[in-house]
């Protein structure tokens, strides 16, 4: 494991009582909420059984209230990333980088592994987006996917195709630890074809970080083309980052999101970039 990696760790604080932080910053209201409740057929009691808050509205997305128990949450140490030229953000950690296994092994991070690198998991986001994913034509079966181990490297990453010989519904994880003290990193987006979900785990707290701004946003397209290009966006949805919440968002071609502008910022922006990802691009643009 690098040095740096060793070196510099921040212990995350212990998110404050509820209910102050419960509930998401919300441009639009909400009216097509959907609790949805385990199925009951995991057999290991695991976090697995978390609540997800499906949403519709502006685009197929979840949000989890609390990604960890709050004993378990506050062991978690954010590692102080290597600088890596590579990344997206100039600041990460991919599980294909030495010292990724050491830090998911470690307290906390074990525990969440434990969840969001299951298979259990990940067909559970799966079924929740299954009628999304059909009601689209994406190429995956959700009744038929299933974890293959597999670890993108960073080479893998930038290839717009990866192997379209493969099977679409065997899916893999990406779970990058990032982090950003620029205040200039902003666009809405769609995550790459091949990114089945995405979302952000949120590791930080915004205040703690002396962040304004730097929201996590959904969008819409008031010149949507179907093509997986954010025209004009129009800011639907605000999740600030708050400790031990997180967002999920089908990857479809409606899936407008990104990092709204950062007006301060004294410390760092930290987060996880959760991916369950196909090998094949499972998104098809118009045109
Ligand atoms: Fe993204």
Redesign the pocket.
């Known amino acids: 494991m690098p040095s740096a990696v060793c070196r510099w760790r921040h212990r995350v604080r212990r998110p404050p009582a509820e209910p102050a932080r419960r509930r998401p910053c919300m441009v639009a209201p909400m009216s097509d909420n959907k609790p949805v409740r385990p199925t009951g057929q995991l057999k290991r009691k695991r976090q697995t059984d978390m609540d997800l808050q499906y949403h519709s509205q502006p685009t197929p997305h979840a949000v989890i209230s609390e990604l960890l128990a709050p004993d378990i949450y506050s062991r978690l140490q954010f590692p102080d990333l290597p600088e890596a030229p590579g990344g997206r953000t100039g600041h990460d950690l991919f599980s294909c980088d030495p010292g990724w296994s050491e830090i998911m092994s470690s307290p906390g991070w074990a525990e969440l592994a434990s969840t969001f690198l299951s298979e259990d998991f990940m067909k559970r986001v799966i079924g929740l987006f299954a009628d999304d994913i059909r009601s689209r034509n994406a190429l995956l079966d959700p009744d038929a996917v299933y974890l293959e181990p597999y670890r993108e490297s960073r080479v893998q990453l930038k290839k717009p195709v990866m192997d379209e010989s493969r099977d679409p519904n065997a899916l893999f994880f990406r779970f990058d630890f990032q982090a950003t003290t620029s205040t200039g990193w902003h666009f809405a987006?769609?995550?790459h074809p091949r990114r089945v979900v995405?979302g952000i785990l949120f590791i930080a707290d915004a205040e703690e970080e002396g962040m304004e701004g730097g929201e996590f946003g959904l969008f819409s397209d008031l010149e949507f083309r179907d093509d997986r290009v954010c025209h004009s966006p129009k800011l639907e949805k605000v999740f600030p980052h708050r400790h031990n919440k997180g967002i999920l968002l089908l990857n479809c071609n409606t899936a407008f999101?990104?990092p709204l502008p950062i007006r301060k910022l004294t410390g760092t922006r930290k987060w996880i970039?959760y991916s369950i990802s196909s090998h094949r691009n499972v998104w098809r643009p118009a045109g």
């Open positions: 987006h769609t995550d995405g999101h990104g970039y």
